[in-house]
């Protein structure tokens, strides 16, 4: 430890500064004439020498705080270097994602163009369809059995004005053509009773209609005196003989839901068209 002390304070200027002011100061006493010279001498010499060793010290110092400085700098450089590799990574996960996505979005839009232009093809061929339908229906109400011709005919006007509205899409006009005719099927399963009137020749009377199914049409007076069938054929009422009553009065309460459900005596079909 103490000899590189030594050898610290042997290369320092400072320390080769003093030797040169010795060899100098001792060479100038040797010289006769030069003692009056030799204080400037030493006191130059040793200016010099202080001037050196500041400019070195004040260089090394410097020195010092540009490497501090550069140490800072270079940290903050490997900082931001780490970030911007870990945001790199973070957006090339990203973009493969959105890759895949826009593959995905591209397969979407293709599929849903295909099935744009099946709907395009299927609207083109249904409105005919439903047209078709729609007249058919017309048909089946103006030759079917006496029955809601009122309610019926409504049902028909109100179709009539859907199919014709341009604004309604082909899906709300499919939808109301299926309507009417789940409620036309109906019909040939249910049984009802429901009050109106009939004309007889030149006769109008009020009572109950039973309706038993899509075969017959019935009317029953409200004092239970007179009956009467609607002939399909002839397309009007013709009274019922007097002996069908009573059953027609079961009918009437059955549908009527006053009355359990039983076998009754009616004529059908062949009576009707007489």
Excluded at 72 to 95: G, I, P, S, V
Excluded at 208 to 214: P, Y
Aim: charged residues 30%.
């Amino acid at each position: 430890m103490r000899f590189m002390k030594f050898e610290k304070i042997r290369t320092s200027p400072l320390f080769w500064g003093r030797k040169f002011i010795g060899a100098a100061l001792v060479l100038a006493m040797t010289i006769p004439g030069y003692a009056d010279t030799a204080q400037v001498v030493e006191q130059s010499l040793e200016k010099s020498v202080k001037q050196s060793v500041k400019l070195s010290i004040d260089t090394r110092q410097a020195t010092q705080k540009q490497q501090e400085a550069w140490d800072a700098r270079k940290l903050e450089l490997t900082a931001r270097y780490d970030q911007l590799l870990f945001e790199n990574e973070a957006l090339t996960l990203t973009f493969q994602q959105l890759s895949k996505e826009k593959l995905k979005h591209q397969k979407l839009n293709q599929t849903l163009e295909q099935e744009k232009l099946e709907s395009i093809r299927i609207q083109a061929e249904m409105l005919p369809f439903l047209r078709a339908v729609q007249a058919r229906l017309e048909i089946l109400v103006k030759k079917d059995t006496f029955f809601l011709e009122k309610e019926r005919t409504t049902r028909l006007v109100s179709l009539a004005q859907v199919m014709d509205d341009i604004d309604l899409s082909i899906g709300e006009k499919f939808r109301k053509v299926m309507e009417a005719l789940v409620i036309e099927a109906e019909y040939g399963n249910t049984v009802e009773v429901y009050q109106d009137k009939i004309r007889i020749g030149p006769t109008e009377l009020q009572g109950n209609i039973f309706r038993l199914g899509r075969i017959s049409n019935f009317f029953l007076s409200l004092d239970n005196n007179f009956a009467a069938v609607f002939n399909v054929g002839q397309n009007q009422w013709e009274r019922l003989d007097e002996k069908y009553i009573p059953a027609l009065a079961q009918g009437v309460e059955m549908a009527a839901k006053r009355r359990p459900v039983e076998l009754i005596d009616l004529p059908l079909g062949s009576l009707a068209k007489q």
